[in-house]
């Protein structure tokens, strides 16, 4: 027989195939003289399914209504129920509903309790209420008591014709658990994993199968996620987020806000700690069909880290993600700020580890991805590496850059600094006025930079294609005579007096080279020091490497002896040192002669002490303390010598020596005698451990010498 949209087929199997669902119900509330003189009627089929739904092993007991008692149980059991959308049917159901009405107009029961295992979940007993209008086909369902894990579930939802809402409250459901459900319902997740609580409201809006608006708000508690590769992660964060998302034919426009004030985030390779700087977003914008993003209006608040505002618009994939990026920067602060978003990206430098103060304002704007615009404030910036080599403080000013166009024109910019470090150099106070667009830069007007007692005076300065392997350096300057004391203790050198100055020209930085190609003088001791084929890389690194030669002219020994404390000798030193490698401003490889100037005609005197430091230098150090402590020697402090040298080529921590002639009976002169008194200073080992020949020169420098009786 048929009625309506059902169909009963009276076959063997007893199959039911019913499109509105309650067809059979509506029928028998259609035949009053029948229904009047029945009870209750049962019902049973092996099958009966709807749009998204079938039941199967069906049996159903449905009381109808008497003028003396409207309202009666019914009951139904179920050996499955398939849902659309979920891969495994809920099992086992019953449903008993004690306030079931049956009605012409309007199907209702109050309060059912339902009875069934539900997939992933595991058995569930909860309370539904469910209204249902034939003639309308409204329907109005209320589900609450679900339990899912530890937590429970209230879902809500109604429907009016093709128009439907629907709601959920989830509380104290744990991620997994999410998990779980996600992927039992095909719901498409990234590859994460992770623990932690959720409680969320949400309410949704449609029509068809089309929703048209998502409301939602959310608390998570104790997050700890990961993914596979290690890129991703939080501990124990809580997030509060909640907005709204409408569709707009082609688009969905949506509005949200978050907040965390506790727990921590990592995206590599940026770690944010919410307990310390809490964070507050919110943005305005809209997903777009073709999977892009147009965020009309952002704002940040990180806590003592940056307050930001802005717009942009992300595509959803290729290389030029960024399609466009507008940020007001209202407050970068430093520390904050160096430690959350810029230490992570400078691990590998020399500047890993600073410590930073100031604030800084701005805006900068980035088109195809290709940064076009910044104007950056800077207020009492300061950063100090900790290592003594590097450090600025007191930065102010503005810097205006423009990129993009063939030929952009920048605003002038202007720095002030109050002081800092360069390469554990003293830097005083200067202003910097300079132009800069793309990779170029180009200083202004002639600007004096402070150096210890001295000073660098930059006449031109200008950088192309920084950053390339093709930039260019230009560097034009004059460096004001600074102390040799100072420059030696910056060093760690040991101290001696003069200044070094000169004419700088033709100084390049590339591939993180610093090279000079023109010669560095230095008046000191009363003679010259001449630098050339300079040479340094990694000058901001860990471990600087330095090359350079040095010739060396007519210095008055005897104040060279009175600085390192080696004895008294009067008379000139020349000579040289070659191939000089310094490595973190140690010597490692050198080839260095020094000697007594053939034009000398000084008065050439050497003191006991002098006489007993060159010997050991040279391997002959037992000899000489013999022959000065033995005979009539030990009566004299100085002796008169006709010249002196010493050679030494270092290798591999090996030194070579040498003197200035050979001696006869072996070894080599390191000091020949003249006149009377004199004496003969003879070395005779042709090698020198060299980290032992530094420790004998600083035992040298710090002794107070031999006595002789």
Not at 317 to 329: A, H, R
Not at 604 to 614: D, E, K, L, P, T
Request: net charge negative.
């Amino acid at each position: 027989m048929t009625k309506g949209n059902c169909k009963i087929d009276n076959d063997r199997s007893a199959r039911v195939t019913c499109c509105r669902g309650l067809g059979l119900l509506l029928w028998l509330v259609l035949l009053p003289p029948v229904v009047a003189a029945i009870e209750s009627t049962t019902f049973a089929a092996a099958r009966i399914a709807g749009d998204g739904w079938v039941l199967r092993d069906l049996r159903m007991e449905v009381p109808l209504a008497s003028a003396r008692d409207k309202a009666r149980t019914a009951h139904l059991t179920a050996a499955s129920m398939t849902l659309a959308g979920i891969a495994e049917p809920l099992r086992n159901v019953r449903v008993d509903c004690p306030g079931f009405t049956l009605e012409a107009r309007r199907i209702r029961c109050a309060r059912a309790s339902i009875d069934a295992v539900v997939p992933t979940l595991g058995r569930q007993q909860f309370h539904a209420a469910v209204t249902y209008e034939p003639a309308s086909g409204a329907l109005d369902v209320q589900i609450e008591g679900l339990r899912i894990g530890d937590g429970v579930a209230q879902v809500q939802g109604s429907l009016r014709g093709q128009a439907w809402s629907a709601g959920a409250h989830l509380k104290g459901v744990t991620v997994d658990k999410l998990q779980s459900l996600a992927k039992q319902w095909s719901v498409p997740l990234p590859g994460i994993t992770g623990t932690g609580v959720v409680t969320v409201n949400l309410q949704a809006e449609g029509r068809g199968k089309v929703p048209q608006s998502v409301e939602f708000d959310a608390e998570l508690a104790d997050l700890t996620i990961g993914n596979e590769g290690g890129t991703l992660a939080s501990d124990k964060l809580a997030l509060t987020v909640g907005g709204r998302l409408d569709r707009r034919s082609d688009r969905w426009e949506f509005s949200i806000d978050a907040h965390s004030s506790h727990g921590q985030a990592y995206a590599e390779p940026v770690f944010l700690d919410f307990g310390i700087h809490a964070i507050d977003a919110s943005t305005e914008g809209a997903w777009l069909a073709d999977g892009g993003i147009d965020l009309t209006s952002f704002t940040v608040n990180h806590r003592d880290t940056v307050i930001a505002h802005g717009s942009a618009n992300l595509a959803r994939s290729g290389e030029t993600l960024v399609k466009q990026l507008d940020v007001v920067i209202d407050r970068l602060t430093l520390p904050g700020a160096y430690a959350s978003y810029l230490q992570p990206f400078l691990l590998a430098t020399a500047f890993k580890a600073l410590e930073t103060a100031g604030t800084v304002a701005g805006h900068i704007v980035i088109s195809e991805s290709e940064p076009r615009q910044a104007d950056l404030v800077f207020a009492s910036v300061s950063a100090d590496n900790r290592t003594g080599k590097l450090a600025l403080y007191g930065m102010n000013g503005e810097v205006h850059w423009q990129g993009g166009a063939t030929n952009p024109v920048a605003p002038e910019s202007r720095l002030t600094l109050e002081g800092g470090l360069l390469f554990g150099l003293d830097v005083g106070a200067t202003t910097l006025a300079f132009r800069t667009a793309n990779r170029d830069i180009e200083l202004l007007q002639p600007a004096r930079i402070p150096l210890l007692d001295g000073a660098l005076e930059l006449d031109r300065f200008a950088v192309r294609n920084a950053g390339l392997p093709e930039m260019a350096f230009a560097l034009d300057a004059n460096l004001v005579p600074l102390s040799l004391q100072r420059l030696s203790r910056a060093f760690g050198w040991p101290e001696f007096g003069g200044q070094l100055g000169g004419r700088i020209s033709d100084l390049q930085l590339q591939g993180g080279v610093l090279t000079l190609s023109t010669t560095l003088q230095a008046r000191v001791f009363d003679g010259r020091l001449e630098v050339s084929d300079l040479r340094l890389e990694d000058p901001f690194g860990d471990w600087p490497r330095l090359y350079s030669s040095i010739d060396i002219f007519n210095l008055d020994l005897e104040q060279v002896t009175s600085a390192f404390s080696f004895g008294r000798i009067t008379g000139r030193l020349s000579g040289y040192v070659n191939e000089l490698v310094l490595f973190d401003w140690m010597p490692v490889e050198f080839d260095a002669r020094l000697y007594t100037p053939p034009e000398d005609r000084s008065r050439h005197r050497i003191s006991q002490r002098a006489v007993q430091n060159i010997g050991n230098l040279g391997g002959g150090g037992a000899g000489v303390g013999a022959a000065l402590s033995g005979g009539f020697m030990k009566f004299f402090e100085e002796f008169n010598y006709a010249k002196l040298g010493i050679s030494c080529r270092l290798d591999k921590e090996i030194c070579l020596m040498d003197g200035i002639d050979p001696a006869p009976k072996g070894g080599y002169y390191l000091v020949k005698g003249r006149g009377l008194p004199r004496i003969n200073v003879i070395g005779n080992a042709p090698q020198v451990d060299w980290p032992r020949l530094v420790a004998q020169i600083r035992a040298i420098m710090e002794s107070d010498g031999p006595v002789v009786e």
